[in-house]
């Protein structure tokens, strides 16, 4: 694994993976080349290349000889509507060991089993999918498939960087159900997120964050009152998973801490849910340990019930009784303090995000300065802004007095505008 912060990993040398502008030609949508190596998975790649047809994009789609005794030949080519080849030796005047990968606005392969990984990293071209591999020049992403035990293997560590430094987004599988009764990390992840990482890598961006450890936490705390009830707050968890899609589709490596999130789980995200102010207190602090830099975009609850009642609360007596309530760690300004005083593992950027409903602004500045961070978002909320919405608009305010508008706007657009003035701050 490369070092925190490492730039060597991130930019693939001239001639590896995305080294050229992407292309589009003006008649279709981008050419996507999706590759499919004998993982049981497999059968979740035909909802992927469902989702990219769908939207407009032109599939080819390679498996390996042997992924076809999983999914067979007329099924991928019905639904890609394309040929299907396995073998260089298949119509060799349309040279399509060069000519598949040299077309390509994209190549995803998904599920990348250990095999493919290591052929791939090995440089070896022994079918269409690795030779298709080795001409490519545009984004490559792998989705790897496989038991824990093959995904831990020292092998596969130092085959997985060094596609990373070649430029490949490798997203990290998740954790589930594996063939059979185990569980554990190895799961492909949901075809729709491996879509959003595709259409994320297609979008333009680079592989500009790999190499760096990241944090988000998302979604909002709940304080439990009773066994069935709950102090809350509407965040959705929208933009702290807009910041880990992001950031997962430029290479980065995401540790996500949720607290009450009921999305889809990105994919390639390391995922740790969480409840109460409490819980996510300690999950952040654990994963910044090996982090570069950390958003907390988790709406976290101020104030917590000083006492849980053990049983359900009774609307028995005719007046309700208080419910005394004490005050949550504000984690942020434990994370400034801790990097001010030095003497605790800390990420060298921190970003907080602001909820203000007046004077915007104003707040926002003096919270910068109360919690310590580097750069602060501070967005408006109340009907109908920010909560549960797929847009948002902000303002960053960076610790040296920098002002960023973020016009309204997908929150992945805003994500993108953070990531860049972290990666700006860590490079
Ligand atoms: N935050 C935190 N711990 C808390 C409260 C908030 O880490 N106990 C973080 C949030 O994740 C966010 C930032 O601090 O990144 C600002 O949160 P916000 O709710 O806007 O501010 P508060 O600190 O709660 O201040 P106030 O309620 O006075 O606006």
């Known amino acids: 694994m490369p070092e925190a912060g490492s730039r060597e990993e991130g930019r693939g040398p001239a001639g590896g993976y995305g080294a050229a502008e992407p292309r589009r030609s003006g008649r279709r949508g981008p050419s996507v080349v999706l590759g499919v190596s004998a993982g049981i998975a497999a059968y ?3 909802e992927l290349l469902r989702l ?3 939207s407009g994009h032109h599939v080819r789609v390679v498996p390996t000889g042997e992924a076809l005794r999983f999914v067979g030949e007329p099924t991928w080519a019905a639904l890609s509507g394309n040929p299907v080849a396995t073998g260089v030796w298949d119509s060799v005047h349309e040279v399509p060991h060069v000519r598949i990968g040299q077309g390509a606005d994209l190549v995803v392969v998904a599920p990348a089993t250990a095999d493919v990984l290591a052929r791939a990293a090995c440089g070896l071209a022994d079918d269409l999918l690795t030779n298709t591999l080795l001409t490519a020049r545009c984004p490559v992403v792998f989705a790897p498939a496989m038991h824990t035990e093959m995904w831990e293997h020292p092998a596969t560590r130092a085959n997985v960087a060094t596609l990373r430094r070649r430029g490949a987004i490798v997203i990290e599988p998740a954790v589930g159900r594996l063939t059979g009764a185990d569980t ?9 997120e491996i879509f959003e990482v595709c259409r994320r890598v297609l979008s333009g961006r680079r592989a500009d964050l790999t190499g760096l450890r990241l944090v988000v936490s998302a979604g909002g705390t709940r304080e439990a009152v009773d066994p069935v009830r709950f102090l809350g707050n509407r965040s959705s968890g929208l933009q702290g998973y807009a910041l880990a899609r992001t950031a997962v589709a430029r290479g980065a490596q995401v540790t996500l801490v949720a607290a009450n999130v009921t999305l889809p789980d990105p994919a390639g995200a390391t995922l740790v849910r969480v409840e109460s102010a409490l819980e996510l207190r300690d999950a952040v602090l654990e994963a910044v340990k090996e982090s570069d830099a950390v958003v907390m975009a988790a709406a976290v609850a101020d104030f917590r019930p000083a006492a849980r009642s053990g049983s359900k609360i009774k609307k028995s007596s005719a007046e309700p009784e208080p419910i005394p309530l004490v005050k949550n760690p504000d984690i942020l300004a434990e994370l400034g303090e801790r990097r001010r005083e030095g003497n605790a593992p800390c990420p060298r950027v921190i970003v ?23 750069l602060l978002v501070v967005n408006q909320v109340g009907e109908g802004l920010a909560f549960g919405t797929p847009d948002n608009a902000a303002v960053v305010l960076g610790a040296e007095g920098e002002r960023v508008e973020i016009p309204r706007g ?15 701050r860590l490079a």
């Open 184 to 192: 554990g990390r190895g799961r492909l992840p949901d075809p729709g």
């Open 410 to 424: 997908p929150k992945e657009d805003l994500a993108d505008v953070v990531w860049d003035l972290v990666a700006r």
């Open 52 to 54: 990219l047809t769908e």
């Open 352 to 374: 907080g995000f602001a909820a203000e409903t007046d004077d915007v602004l104003a707040n926002g500045r003096a919270k910068l300065a109360r919690k310590g961070c580097d």
């Open 44 to 46: 979740k790649a035909c």
